[in-house]
C-alpha cells in the first residue's frame, strides 16, 4: 500500500530547507539556549556563511537528508531534522532534531516531525536503525523520543561539560519491528 501523505501531518510537514531558512537557523545557532539543546559544541557565534555552508553540504551528502519542518497552517519554519550519517550497508542512520523557534516548542510539532521522519526512514530509505544522541538535562526531547518509541540503549558518562557542571549524553535508538509496533 502506498502512503499518500508521505512527509505531511496534520500540523506540520517535512519540506526542503530554502536559502531564506538559513538565517532562522543562524538565529538559533547564535542563541546560547538552542545551542545547549542542539549540539555540544561550544556556544559560539557562528558567522552565516558557516551555516550556510554547513547546510549545503549536507544537502549535497547521498549520507544527510535533512528537512525544513514548516507548520501547515502557515508554512512558518519551526525548526529542521536530519537522517545524517547513514551507513547503508548496515541500513542505519544518526537523527537529529532542532525545534528552533521557542513560541512553539511543547506543542505537538517535534513529536509528528519525528513521526514522519521515522515513516520516511523506514518506508522510503528503507532503514533497519535509527539512533541519536541526547544530553541528559534535556528532558522535554527524552520525552519525545520516548513517545515515539526509542529506547534507552546506552550512556556516555560526563560527556559534556556546561557551566562547572558535568552531563552525561544517553544513547537511544529505534529498530523497524520496534517503530512497527509503537506505530499501531
Known amino acids: 500500500m502506498l502512503i499518500n501523505s508521505l ?65 501547515t497552517a502557515d508554512n512558518d519554519f519551526i525548526g529542521y531534522i536530519d537522517l545524517n550519517s547513514i551507513s547503508w ?11 528552533g523557534a521557542s513560541d ?24 533497519h536503525r535509527i539512533q541519536l544522541c541526547v544530553l541528559s538535562y534535556n528532558k522535554p526531547a527524552i520525552r519525545l523520543y520516548e513517545k515515539v518509541g526509542f529506547i534507552k540503549e546506552g550512556c556516555f558518562r560526563e560527556y559534556v561539560q556546561r557551566d562547572g557542571n558535568k552531563y552525561d549524553m544517553y544513547l537511544y535508538g529505534i529498530l523497524y519491528k520496534e517503530w512497527i509496533e509503537a506505530s499501531s
Open 89 to 99: 550497508n548496515n541500513r542505519v542512520a544518526t537523527l537529529s532534531i532542532g525545534i
Open 104 to 127: 512553539v516548542r511543547g506543542k505537538g510539532y517535534g513529536t509528528e516531525a519525528m513521526q514522519l521522519i521515522l515513516q520516511f526512514g523506514f518506508h522510503e530509505l528503507n532503514l
Open 7 to 71: 512527509l505531511r501531518g496534520k500540523n506540520v510537514r517535512l519540506t526542503s530547507l530554502r536559502e531564506e531558512d538559513f538565517n532562522k537557523i543562524y538565529e538559533w545557532y547564535n542563541d546560547a539556549y538552542s545551542l545547549r539543546l542542539f549540539d555540544t559544541i561550544p556556544s559560539y557565534p557562528y558567522s552565516e556563511e558557516h551555516i550556510s555552508n554547513w547546510i549545503k553540504e549536507k544537502q549535497k551528502s547521498s549520507n544527510d537528508y535533512i528537512f525544513a519542518i514548516r507548520s
